[in-house]
């Protein structure tokens, strides 16, 4: 499944992300491999960002260029969350990713066995290493904004994308 749209400015993403932390939250915020291509500078954190903190975060969202991995912890009990062992979030940034050591060394492996949630920044650094998404955002400049491209890789992703769907029809 696939979905496209538009987004004219930084606040209509942040928008964006809203939704989908709500139609995250809808699906219990299951184990999923988001990943969000596109230049820099296309939007990706920002996107990042308005997703955790429609997941709650509080926490000051970095850019983890450095680290490649940033947890946050998800307050499942305010956010009513029941049946879930979501209790963190994972922001990844593959920018500067090179060495395929470094994989390990960041815990990557673990992280990406399909039971965290993780928001992944450049996956293309690292075709060979990343399994395959449950959703993947493109995201592409164009003079008036920015188009999303939305596509799901898996059930889990195509359920997400419906409940999205029907969060932009509430609208
Ligand atoms: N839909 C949009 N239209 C115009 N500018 C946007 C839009 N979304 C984000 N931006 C701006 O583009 C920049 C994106 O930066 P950032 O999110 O750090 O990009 P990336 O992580 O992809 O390198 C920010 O300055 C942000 O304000
Ligand atoms: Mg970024």
């Known amino acids: 499944m696939t979905l496209s749209l ?12 809203a939704k989908l932390a709500q139609a995250l939250l809808h699906l219990q915020l299951p184990g999923l ?6 230049d820099l500078g296309a939007g990706k954190t920002t996107l990042v960002r308005a997703i955790l903190r429609g997941l709650g975060v509080t926490d000051r969202i970095k850019s983890p260029s450095y680290a490649l ?5 998800i307050d499942r ?28 060394e960041a815990g990557l492996r673990e992280l990406l066995d399909g039971q965290s949630f993780c928001l992944v920044e450049w996956p293309e ?5 990343l399994p395959r998404a449950d959703l993947e955002i493109a995201l592409i400049p164009v003079p008036s904004g920015r188009d999303v491209q939305l596509r799901s890789g898996s059930p889990a992703g195509a359920a997400l ?6 969060a932009q029809a509430r609208t």
């Open 6 to 17: 538009h987004c004219d400015s930084e606040h209509d993403m942040s928008v964006l992300g």
């Open 69 to 73: 991995v940033e947890p946050y912890a």
């Open 77 to 104: 009990k305010s956010l009513q969350l029941k049946g879930t062992l979501q209790t963190h979030a994972y922001h990844i940034d593959l920018y500067r990713f090179s060495q395929p050591e470094e994989w390990d």
């Open 125 to 129: 650094r690292a075709p060979a290493l």
């Open 161 to 166: 994308l419906n409940q999205l769907v029907l």
């Open 33 to 38: 491999l988001i990943t969000l291509r596109g």
